[in-house]
T-cell receptor, first 112, second 111 residues
Framework: ETGVTQSPTHLIKTRGQQVTLRCSSQ?????VSWYQQALGQGPQFIFQ???????GRGNFPPRFSGLQFPNYSSELNVNALELDDSALYLC???????????FGSGTRLTVV | EDQVTQSPEALRLQEGESSSLNCSYT??????LFWYRQDPGKGPEFLFT???AGEEKEKERLKATLTKKESFLHITAPKPEDSATYLC????????????FGEGTQLTVNP
């Protein structure tokens, strides 16, 4: 059974650029969530996808957007990067809402 | 606003010295209380889910308990490899499937 895989593991971008982060969910999991974790803080919910539809969104601006594909993999897109977007971005998948969430190892994004 | 608060922020123990981490939560509408372990630069690793007051779950040296207003993660005779940040997260009826995390407790176990 494969877990959640994220790519890339590290990324450096310049302020104002755009970035796409990718996530392959655990086999059989149809729900994918994205979280942002700043250094020394707990993860903050960005949004969730269920069967290719956005199914909940946290307090993040519209320049944070996402997609879920038929194979349940997912992308997180961030436009017009700001310095404060520097963080660890985590993807989590689950069989359904409310069940245990399996997290990937994350993508460390640095905006300079 | 639904939230969880963890204490202490950091804890240093000697190997073998048992202790507990605390997580207090917004009581109304809680559907589940989750515990995760996170190593530096890695994603959170699932430990336990608790659903109702009085519930307990164990795994090796860890035991999680849930009361009507807080949860505890008890660590018995810890080893240096238990050093990590332990995160508590809640799921509420009003928040769909959004996990709300606490800030975590950074545990260091010295040999």
């Amino acid at each position: 059974e494969t877990g959640v895989t994220q790519s890339p593991t590290h990324l450096i971008k310049t302020r104002g650029q755009q970035v796409t982060l990718r996530c392959s969910s655990q086999s059989g999991h149809n729900t994918v969530s994205w979280y942002q974790q700043a250094l020394g803080q707990g993860p903050q919910f960005i949004f969730q996808y269920y069967r290719e539809e956005e199914n909940g969104r946290g307090n993040f601006p519209p320049r944070f957007s996402g997609l879920q594909f038929p194979n349940y993999s997912s992308e997180l897109n961030v436009n017009a990067l700001e310095l404060d977007d520097s963080a660890l971005y985590l993807c989590a998948s689950s069989l359904a809402a409310g069940y245990g969430y399996t997290f990937g190892s994350g993508t460390r994004l640095t905006v300079v | 606003e639904d939230q969880v608060t963890q204490s202490p922020e950091a804890l240093r123990l000697q190997e073998g010295e048992s202790s507990s981490l605390n997580c207090s939560y917004t009581v109304s509408g809680l559907r589940g209380l989750f515990w995760y372990r996170q190593d530096p630069g890695k994603g959170p690793e699932f430990l336990f889910t608790l659903y109702s007051a009085g519930e307990e779950k164990e795994k090796e040296r860890l035991k999680a308990t849930l009361t009507k207003k807080e949860s505890f993660l008890h660590i018995t005779a810890p080893k240096p490899e238990d050093s990590a940040t332990y995160l508590c997260a809640g799921l509420w009826e009003t928040s769909g499937s959004r996990l709300t995390f606490g800030e975590g407790t950074q545990l260091t176990v010295n040999p």
